[in-house]
């Protein structure tokens, strides 16, 4: 891939629902290791000055506690 190429690969509106589907699947593997989920996550992505502004949503019965590897 040349760099405008890339660039312009990086540079998008919006996800994919495929890659929308990939990330909310990859962040919940990772939010249940502190919090017991309550139901699915929501995904928020707004354009920014800077770039985007990303906010995730999800409901959580409890918050794990975790444990130091030591």
């Known amino acids: ?3 405008v190429k890339r660039l312009l690969s990086l ?3 919006d996800m994919t629902d495929l890659e929308r589907e990939l990330f909310l699947k990859d962040f919940n593997r990772v939010a249940a290791e502190y ?3 309550d139901g699915a996550p929501d995904l928020e992505i707004t354009r920014s000055e800077d770039g985007f502004l ?3 949503i999800f409901g959580a019965r409890r ?3 975790v444990r ?3």
């Open 54 to 56: 990303v906010c995730v």
């Open 11 to 13: 540079d998008r509106e």
């Open 1 to 3: 891939m040349n760099g």
């Open 63 to 65: 918050i794990k506690n």
């Open 35 to 37: 919090f017991e989920p």
């Open 68 to 70: 130091r590897l030591n």
